[in-house]
């Protein structure tokens, strides 16, 4: 499968990091819309897509104002690895680690060809090798660079899970400003648990019974070891919380962009569109909107000006 080549793209104001053609307009589509809106160019990179291929998610990136490239890596399906990390770690074999250098060898040449201001990357919420992967190249490739933000989005089903950010946050040890540590409150393991395969259902990912066996296992280690996660004194990557809030025509693309995205039930009807665009419009009021909001992180540069990464599970 043939990489994207850097040299084929023009200038950008905003580029969006997207594992998966679909996670950013699933999961910011309004800060999507803003950046068109402010007249500035942004362009949709889906990493784990194959090059030159037209999709839905292509053609929505493009109703919302950006522009669509796909990198061309192989995914986590096509790698023949588990498309959600299994129980026990994080076990990348050859073809993971190739397709995470391929990533971060691609956004670092991206940089100074396409120079984007603004750079928005998925926080990597949920067990997906493809967005934890994504994350960590986007850090790599931008978070140090002066004059430049990197925005982490919050993706989307996964963050309507309770507790997913907090877990998320807490396992990369993040350091919060003081104002911004009720934003990571803590919920209940079983509240936690109840919602956890949620995500998977409504993207329409089959899940074997024993693989959603193994991902409550995990996901109750993981929800044990974030639990003393102090965010004031954290040593990992310090985050600040930036609340898009948008209006009611805003609110209406999003819900549109749902039901382009997500799979319809045997008879046609948008069953998870339906599910998503509810459990969207109780996160927007938790987060403040009125009709629609979405959070991000800006990542802040470290002290010493070298940007820190940690695995996920190193925090434990």
């Known amino acids: ?5 850097p040299q084929w793209l023009g200038r950008y104001d905003s580029l969006f990091v997207s594992p998966h053609g679909e996670d950013v307009a699933l999961g910011c589509p309004a800060r999507l819309l803003s950046e068109a809106a402010s007249g500035r160019r942004a362009l949709v990179l889906a990493l784990f897509e194959p090059a030159g291929v037209e999709t839905t998610a292509s053609h929505v990136a493009r109703e919302l104002g950006a522009q669509y490239a796909a990198a061309g890596i192989p995914s986590a399906r096509e790698r023949g690895s588990p498309i959600l990390v299994p129980f026990g770690g994080d076990p990348r074999g050859d073809a993971d680690q190739e397709a995470a250098r391929q990533a971060a060898r691609l956004l670092t040449d991206i940089g100074p060809k396409v ?17 934890l992967i994504a994350y960590e190249a986007a850090v790599r490739a931008f978070a140090s660079e002066a004059g430049r933000n990197l925005f982490l989005y919050e993706e989307r089903p996964e963050a309507f899970v309770p507790g997913a950010v907090r877990t998320r946050l807490a396992l990369l040890g993040a350091r919060l400003p003081p104002g911004a540590a009720k934003l990571a409150d803590q919920t209940s393991v079983v509240r936690h648990l109840w919602r956890v395969g949620e995500p998977e259902s409504l993207r329409g ?23 003393p996660w102090n965010p004031l004194r954290a040593l990992g990557p310090r985050l600040h919380p930036v609340v898009h809030v948008a209006d009611e025509e805003a609110r209406s693309r999003a819900q549109a962009v749902a039901e382009a995205l997500l799979p319809r039930d045997r008879k046609g009807r948008p069953r998870s569109a339906q599910r998503f665009n509810m459990r969207a419009t109780a996160l927007g009021k938790t987060l403040g909107g009125v009709y629609h909001a979405e959070r991000l992180w800006l990542f802040l540069p470290a002290h010493d000006g070298l940007p820190e990464i940690q695995h996920p599970l190193e925090a434990g």
Request: proline share 7%; charged share 20%.
């Open 1 to 5: 499968m043939n990489v994207l080549n």
């Open 115 to 131: 120079q984007p201001l603004h750079v928005y990357a998925p926080l990597g919420l949920g067990r997906s090798l493809d967005h």
């Open 205 to 227: 990912e089959a899940i074997p019974l024993g693989a959603r066996l193994a991902s409550r296992l995990e996901t109750w280690r993981r929800h044990r070891i974030a639990a």
